[in-house]
C-alpha cells in the first residue's frame, strides 16, 4: 500500500526558507499516470495548492506562489521536495504531500483525475 | 481566474440528507471536472467524488454528485447522514491560470 510521508524542519525563522521533502513507501515514485503535489492548509482558511511534479520533472505552480516555490523530485530515493523563499507569518500552516492521478476511465490529462493518497501532513511555524 | 465559493457551515440531524453546494465565479462549472474531498479533524483530506459524479473505491453511495450549469455549480449530496460524517468538505477543480483551485471548504455538523 502506497503511503507518503511528509517531513522537514517544523519552525522557519521569517526571510528564510521552508524546505520540506515527502518520501513515497510502497511504492515507485516513476509514474505515467500520476503527478505529485503539495498542498497546504491554513487553520481557519482553504486549502491551497502550492505545486506539481511529474517524474521526469515536469512542474507547475500555484501563480499567487510561483515566484517563491520551487519544487524537485529524485526518483532514486522515492522522493520529492518543496522549497518555499522569503517565507512569513501567512506561509505558517499544515502542509501535505499528495499523489494525483490523471487518468480515467482510460483517458489521461492534467484536467482529470484527484488527489487519491495523501500524507499525514505536518505543521510548519514560520516565527522567530 | 475563478473562485470556487461554499457555504460556511451546514448542519443535519442524524439519518437526513444534506446537499453542499460550490458555485464557480467565472468560466462554467461544466469547463472542467469537480472534485470533494472530506477532511474528519487531525486527518489528511480524502477523496469521495471525482470528475463530478463518480464515487473512489471504498466510498459508500450514501455520497453523491452532481453541477447544475444553471446556477455554475457543483454539489455533494450525503444522504443517511450519520455522525462520522462530521468533517470539513472542499470542492476543487481545474484551471488554466491556476492549474487546481479549491473552495474554501464546509463545515458539517451532524446532530
Known amino acids: 500500500q502506497l503511503q507518503l510521508q511528509e517531513s522537514g524542519p517544523r519552525l522557519v525563522r521569517p526571510s528564510e526558507t521552508l524546505s520540506l521533502t515527502c518520501t513515497v513507501s510502497?511504492?515507485?515514485?516513476?509514474?505515467?499516470?500520476?503527478?505529485w503535489g503539495w498542498i497546504r492548509h491554513t487553520p481557519g482558511k482553504r486549502l491551497e495548492w502550492i505545486g506539481s511534479i511529474y517524474y521526469s520533472g515536469s512542474d507547475s505552480y500555484n501563480p499567487s506562489l510561483k515566484s517563491r516555490v520551487t519544487m524537485s523530485i529524485d526518483t532514486s530515493k522515492d522522493q520529492f521536495s518543496l522549497s518555499l523563499t522569503s517565507v512569513t507569518a501567512a506561509d505558517t500552516a499544515f502542509y501535505y504531500c499528495a499523489r494525483r492521478g490523471i487518468c480515467t476511465g482510460g483517458s489521461c490529462g492534467l484536467d482529470l483525475g484527484y488527489f487519491d493518497i495523501w500524507g499525514q501532513g505536518m505543521m510548519v511555524t514560520v516565527s522567530s | 481566474n475563478f473562485m470556487l465559493t461554499q457555504p460556511h457551515s451546514v448542519s443535519e440531524s442524524p439519518g437526513k440528507t444534506v446537499t453542499i453546494s460550490c458555485t464557480r465565479s467565472?468560466?462554467?462549472?461544466?469547463?472542467?471536472?469537480v472534485q470533494w474531498y472530506q477532511q474528519r479533524p487531525g486527518r489528511a483530506p480524502t477523496p469521495v467524488i471525482y470528475?463530478?459524479?463518480?464515487?473512489p473505491s471504498g466510498v459508500p453511495d450514501r455520497f453523491s454528485g452532481s453541477i447544475d450549469r444553471s446556477s455554475n455549480s457543483a454539489s455533494l449530496t450525503i444522504s443517511g447522514l450519520k455522525t462520522e460524517d462530521e468533517a470539513h468538505y472542499y470542492c476543487?477543480?481545474?484551471?488554466?491560470?491556476?492549474?487546481?483551485?479549491f473552495g474554501g471548504g464546509t463545515e458539517l455538523t451532524v446532530l
Open positions: 470528475e463530478n459524479k463518480y464515487r
Open positions: 467565472s468560466g462554467g462549472i461544466a469547463s472542467n471536472y
Open positions: 510502497g511504492g515507485s515514485i516513476i509514474s505515467s499516470f500520476h503527478y
Open positions: 476543487q477543480s481545474y484551471g488554466t491560470a491556476n492549474p487546481v483551485v
